[in-house]
């Protein structure tokens, strides 16, 4: 059974930056990708939508709305994956979700001021 817990959230600056991590302790979560997504204040959770992916071997994906400020990276011997979120914006504000084939953790809040 695959649990996934997310972690990292808070609240900065705009400009500012956090760094999500999402962590399982099934034994499969380093051979599958990881992908984070977002939700946004008021919107439904089938409105999620996709921010980056990182492949089992490191490959990486990004949504255009990126633009170069995220990164995303794993360390399969930690069973991790994160999301290094740099230059955050006020639009950026949501709950971040991680997932793994179908599978979802519960999220992270992710608040922009100013």
């Known amino acids: 059974q695959m649990y996934l817990a997310e972690s990292g959230g808070g609240s900065v600056e705009r400009g500012g930056s956090l760094r999500l991590t999402c962590s399982s302790s099934a034994a499969s979560f380093r051979y599958n990708a990881v992908s984070w997504y977002r939700q946004t204040p008021g919107s439904r959770h089938d409105q999620r939508e996709l921010?980056?992916?990182?492949?089992?071997?490191?490959?990486?994906k990004y949504a255009d709305f990126v633009q170069g400020r995220f990164a995303v990276t794993r360390d399969s011997a930690k069973n991790t994956a994160y999301l290094q979120m740099n230059n955050l914006q006020p639009e950026d504000t949501a709950t971040y979700y991680c997932?793994?084939?179908?599978?979802w953790g519960p999220g992270t809040q992710v608040t922009v001021r100013g």
């Open positions: 921010v980056a992916t990182v492949g089992s071997y490191g490959s990486q």
């Open positions: 997932k793994v084939v179908n599978k």
